[in-house]
T-cell receptor
């Protein structure tokens, strides 16, 4: 089954304790992205990657790191989490990063990771 | 940078009626405009999208219109059904410059039976 998976789905941690949220897709997609979702703010892009070893900042990258060493994986790293990073996080992927043939830039979202930083 | 506004924030309609959600964007270079539906406890799912070289696109009960001059685009749902109840997000991106997506804040649609 074609899908984007995230782990963990729920995480409660404390300020300053490094954590990693994993994201994996099995569709051979070039493009992957991380978003955070907060009430009233919708989805805000944190980082995105157009291919292996190619990443760029979205609108809210502060406090986050990413890496893209393999095509299928795009982990989100919080080196020193703070309470303002408490949020619902989504990973997404699409086949291409530019405007390709119809449907190839459709973003598929994972199920989400609910993170609470105390 | 790009800014996307979305209205209304909440919308209630009777089953069978039409629903319209409107978005405006600020960056005239944006050229790809998807709409997503998010059901409770799930990730967003693409329902329809439109590119800047097209003014209107339709898929069964769902349609999207784009006015590049005014920099706004709208989602139209006809013959609404209870299962259309969800949060809907619009987004804008400049696909040729990578895909830095900017989403609107969302519209909570309730279809009353």
């Amino acid at each position: 089954e074609a899908q984007v998976t995230q782990n963990p789905r729920y995480l409660i941690t404390v300020t300053g304790k490094k954590l990693t949220v994993t994201c994996s897709q099995n569709m051979n997609h070039e493009y992957m992205s991380w978003y955070r979702q907060d009430p009233g703010l919708g989805l805000r892009q944190i980082y995105y990657s157009m291919n292996v070893e190619v990443t760029d900042k979205g609108d809210v990258p502060e406090g986050y790191k990413v890496s893209r060493k393999e095509k299928r994986n795009f982990p989100l790293i919080l080196e020193s989490p703070s309470p303002n990073q408490t949020s619902l996080y989504f990973c997404a992927s699409s086949l291409v990063w530019g405007t390709g043939p119809e449907g190839t830039d459709t973003q598929y979202f994972g199920p989400g990771t609910r993170l609470t930083v105390l | 940078g790009e800014n996307v506004e979305q209205h209304p924030s909440t919308l209630s309609v009777q089953e069978g009626d039409s629903a319209v959600i409107k978005c405006t964007y600020s960056d005239s270079a944006s050229n790809y405009f998807p709409w997503y539906k998010q059901e409770l406890g799930k990730g967003p799912q693409l329902i329809i999208d439109i590119r800047s070289n097209v003014g209107e696109k339709k898929d069964q009960r769902i349609a999207v219109t784009l006015n590049k001059t005014a920099k706004h685009f709208s989602l139209h749902i006809t013959e609404t059904q209870p299962e259309d109840s969800a949060v809907y997000f619009c987004a804008a991106s400049k696909a040729y410059y990578g895909q830095n997506f900017v989403f609107g804040p969302g519209t909570r649609l309730s279809v009353l039976p």
